[in-house]
């Protein structure tokens, strides 16, 4: 292909109890056109990605030429038009899909016909955990176990019928400020409660029980109840979100977003109540993606 598109979905993760394991796509994306040519040009059409003064220092290029030496290959040059609807350190996945797109770059340039295991190796690899980039790269709510010998496995839920609901505040928090807030060890009977907990969401989510899974998933004790201070609005929102008729709130990767798991077709409503009452923040109704990472034709992509 001498021209394609490279479509990555946003992701939120942790999803209360699921502490670094699960992970749900959303309809954000960073999109790529790639369209190979002598020398390397990168064009950005988004405030939303970061700066950078040459190709060669873009992290994008420098995944994908790190993909390719991997398994001894040549990267093309190419030009790259870099689009993108994920807000940075948001807790939206934005590091997560910059990985993938890397990745399947340089799967496509150099012809590596990756699997879709050995994409979550190495994004897994490069994050340092698989919940964000499972969800990106195989789409929908994906439960992820990073095992022994790094072995990665996951289990993905077909269909969730509910709305999600994002807060995304004016505020970036990077992922290392909100890790350094948890502890280094829990007692074992936090951990069993912690995991009971995690175990009775995964479970009310696969039969539909919503209000309790709702329940389960704002009793995390991995993670929330550290950060929560960080958050911006955090209770308020949740309190708010739970008077509107949300199943639960909780943080989206982490943070400072959050994210409303809503009843079907609630999820409109829901947003512009909330608006008036947090008009700083960008309040969204978000699709789940259940694609995942695609790659087309601009042929395809016209259609």
């Not at 807030?181 to 989510?205: C, D, G, H, T, W």
């Amino acid at each position: 292909m001498s021209k394609f598109t490279i479509t990555i979905p946003a992701s939120s993760a942790n999803i209360g109890p699921g502490f670094d394991s699960f992970g749900l796509s959303l309809g954000l994306y960073l999109r790529l056109t790639v369209e190979e040519q002598d020398t390397w040009e990168v064009k950005q059409l988004s405030n939303l990605l970061p700066a950078f003064d040459s190709y060669e220092n873009h992290f994008i290029y420098m995944i994908a030429e790190e993909t390719a030496n991997h398994f001894n290959k040549q990267l093309p040059a190419c030009k790259l038009t870099i689009e993108s609807s994920i807000p940075l350190a948001r807790g939206l996945g934005s590091s997560a899909s910059a990985v993938i797109a890397g990745i399947e770059l340089a799967n496509q340039l150099s012809h590596l016909d990756l699997s879709i295991n050995e994409k979550l190796q190495l994004a897994t690899a490069k994050e340092g955990h698989p919940d964000n980039v499972a969800a990106s790269i195989i789409g929908g709510f994906v439960v992820t176990a990073y095992t022994e010998n790094e072995t990665i496995h996951y289990w993905k839920l077909d269909s969730l019928d509910m709305d999600m609901v994002t807060f995304i505040p004016n505020v970036e928090l990077k992922t290392t400020a909100s890790r350094n807030v948890l502890p280094e060890q829990y007692s074992r009977k936090q951990a069993a409660i912690a995991s009971s907990i995690s175990n009775l969401f995964i479970a009310a989510l696969i039969n539909k029980q919503y209000d309790l899974a709702g329940e389960m998933m704002e009793k995390d004790l991995f993670h929330e109840p550290y950060r929560s201070s960080i958050i911006p609005n955090y209770l308020a929102i949740k309190q708010k979100a739970k008077q509107f008729g949300a199943y639960g709130t909780v943080i989206s990767g982490a943070g400072p977003t959050m994210i409303a798991f809503v009843p079907s077709g609630s999820g409109e409503q829901i947003v512009g109540k909330m608006q008036e009452l947090f008009p700083s923040y960008l309040i969204q109704k978000l699709e789940v993606d259940n694609d995942g990472v695609q790659v087309s034709t601009n042929k395809e992509v016209a259609e």
